[in-house]
T-cell receptor, first 113, second 114 residues
Framework: AQSVAQPEDQVNVAEGNPLTVKCTYS??????LFWYVQYPNRGLQFLLK??????LVKGSYGFEAEFNKSQTSFHLKKPSALVSDSALYFC???????????FGKGTRLSVIA | DGGITQSPKYLFRKEGQNVTLSCEQN?????MYWYRQDPGQGLRLIYY???????QKGDIAEGYSVSREKKESFPLTVTSAQKNPTAFYLC?????????????FGQGTRLTVV
């Protein structure tokens, strides 16, 4: 069965430092991978996605993610964290074209000034 | 502006009551989804619909019902059979058949049992 793992419940980083939020997936075939961000009491906002092609994907607000097929990972990164990046981040996978997104449990990012 | 509208933002339910959460989209998307969010559990799929008048159960459909009479609308009813309904409910939509397209989400409805 397809699944997504976000091994860290919480990530703390100082403002200006690089950040990484980890995601690994388990799915047969070639997956479609997504990152979303959620602010308190709000819906999810799309950040970026990997469909095919370059393993490094750039998205909104300076975020990027690296797809690694051999490690089945899709880690979210940002070179320099901002306090306003503090939020809940979700990794998701769509195993094939018509299936719903499967989400990880989320990672809470806290950027400290 | 195109988007997904969920209403109400906050909803209170008494024990034994059925309540209906509204989800409307004007994105001309074929597929619509309902997810439930609980702290530390991520998003879990309740029901989804890929076309009008058709829908499928997700991972946690027990105690919930849906209808899809119009392309724009996908209401979720939380029935009295749902024993622990207090949660944050999120509606989403996508184009059907395009695996690489992202889902768009509404702002959510927070349901509390009183």
């Amino acid at each position: 069965a397809q699944s997504v793992a976000q091994p860290e419940d919480q990530v703390n980083v100082a403002e200006g430092n690089p950040l990484t939020v980890k995601c690994t997936y388990s799915v047969s075939g070639n997956p479609y991978l997504f990152w979303y961000v959620q602010y308190p009491n709000r819906g999810l906002q799309f950040l970026l996605k990997y469909i095919t092609g370059d393993n490094l994907v750039k998205g909104s607000y300076g975020f990027e993610a690296e797809f690694n097929k051999s490690q089945t990972s899709f880690h979210l990164k940002k070179p320099s964290a901002l306090v306003s990046d503090s939020a809940l981040y979700f990794c998701a996978v769509r195993p094939s074209g018509n299936t719903p997104l499967v989400f990880g449990k989320g990672t809470r990012l806290s950027v400290i000034a | 502006d195109g988007g997904i509208t969920q209403s109400p933002k906050y909803l209170f339910r008494k024990e034994g009551q059925n309540v209906t959460l509204s989800c409307e989209q004007n994105l001309n998307h074929d597929a619509m989804y309902w997810y439930r969010q609980d702290p530390g559990q991520g998003l879990r799929l309740i029901y989804y619909s890929q076309i009008v008048n058709d829908f499928q159960k997700g991972d946690i459909a027990e105690g919930y019902s849906v209808s899809r009479e119009k392309k724009e609308s996908f209401p979720l009813t939380v029935t009295s059979a749902q024993k622990n309904p207090t949660a944050f409910y999120l509606c989403a939509s996508t184009h059907r058949g395009q695996g690489g397209t992202e889902a768009f989400f509404g702002q959510g409805t927070r349901l509390t049992v009183v």
